[in-house]
């Protein structure tokens, strides 16, 4: 019989799951060191384990590095300062905002802008920071992911277990990252840019690299709600 060890949480490998998932954040400036292609795909290769249904596995990944993610960079953060008509091709936010999500999306937005001593009436600066998505907030490598159009809402539910994996599995190597949906505005260019097909769409970028720990960006760290207010434990259910 094949025999089950239980594990109590005190053990080593255990903790180092929690501290890399726990200690997770959104990292917005970057070291210029470079990340070896070598770990790149190491990382993506770790990453490729999460579940799809079917084990379809319905994700695509451009890597940019050097001029080659400069070039987009530019072009994008050109298209962001000119203010042209760009649209995305999904809506990732509620069309229709309320709460509890418009004071938590506020929230994080005003406490990023108070760490840069950025105020409400200073558009400009909003815009400024907003448009260092586009060139991956200086990270060595950005990545643009892809599905195909025909799939469908399941494949974006595995798409995102494929991208914490991504997240996660860098910061077992010492990278940190910054998953950012802000791509999918501009999803002409890229896909102009980069030859992406048309029958693939674009779901979002990322950067990647060695995070500048002493940024003042980087000291944002967002709130979390409590167990008890997302999660319902049940052990019996009414007669019917």
């Known amino acids: 019989m094949q025999q089950h060890m239980r594990q109590t949480g005190n053990e080593p490998s255990g903790m180092a799951v929690e501290e890399a998932i726990a200690g997770r954040k959104c990292y917005r400036a970057f070291l ?55 649209t995305e091709e999904y809506n990732y936010y509620p069309t229709q905002w309320r709460e509890p999500y418009i004071s938590r999306w506020r929230k994080i937005g005003w406490d990023m802008y108070g760490l840069l001593g950025i105020t409400r009436t200073d558009k400009d600066k909003m815009a400024a920071q907003l448009g260092r998505n586009y060139i991956f907030f200086d990270a060595p490598v950005g990545f643009i992911f892809t599905i195909d159009r025909d799939l469908e809402m399941g494949s974006w539910l595995d798409y995102g277990m494929f991208l914490q994996n991504i997240m996660i599995a860098a910061r077992a190597f010492g990278l940190e990252t910054c998953p950012q949906q802000a791509f ?18 674009i779901v979002c970028g990322m950067s990647l690299g060695y995070a500048d720990y002493d940024a003042t960006v980087n000291q944002l760290t967002t709130e979390r709600m409590p167990v008890s207010e997302f999660a319902t434990f049940i052990d019996r259910l009414e007669a019917d």
Do not use: C, Y
Not at 33 to 38: F, N, S
Not at 42 to 68: D, F, K, M, T, Y
């Open 184 to 201: 999918a505005k501009f999803h002409s260019i890229i896909q102009k840019r980069l030859a992406i097909p048309g029958e693939q769409m």
């Open 32 to 86: 210029p060191d470079p990340v070896p292609v070598e770990l790149i795909e190491r990382i993506l290769a770790i990453a490729s384990r999460a579940p799809s249904g079917s084990n379809i596995q319905p994700w695509h990944v451009h890597v940019l590095s050097g001029e080659a993610k400069d070039a987009l960079g530019r072009a994008l953060l050109e298209a962001h300062t000119s203010g042209t008509g760009h």
